[in-house]
């Protein structure tokens, strides 16, 4: 299992030696991360939200995050929910940089309340 405190900081760059985590792994680590669960090869969310404006804050706030860790998960705006879909597009898995980027995420989140 990958140390908790490995989820702080910034996502490491896409290269050779950023390798998929098994699903172990990920398994393992998922209990830190309250409401994610792991689906189809990706980490996944649902957002709940008092309005649709909350929504959208939130969704301009995960992607300016997204650009500055140069790390882009999904995101589908419903109304007052946003579901966000996260895993490492160049690897075609998940990686630490997406538990890296859930926490990110979550953090934001709880700006809002």
């Known amino acids: ?14 290269n050779d030696n950023l390798m998929l985590l098994s699903d172990d792994n990920i398994k393992e680590n998922l209990n830190a991360f309250k409401g994610w669960f792991y689906e189809s090869q990706k980490l ?4 709940c939200f008092p309005d649709y404006i909350k929504g959208i804050e939130f969704s301009n706030l995960i992607a300016k995050i997204a650009e500055k860790q140069n790390h882009h998960p999904d995101l589908e705006i419903l109304y007052k929910k946003v579901n966000v879909r996260i895993w490492t597009h160049a690897c075609n898995g998940l990686t630490i ?10 953090q934001v989140y709880n700006l809002f309340f």
């Open 44 to 47: 996944t969310k649902q957002y």
């Open 97 to 106: 940089n997406d538990f890296i980027l859930a926490r990110k995420i979550d």
């Open 1 to 14: 299992m990958i140390e908790l405190n490995s989820f702080e900081g910034n996502c490491l760059p896409c």
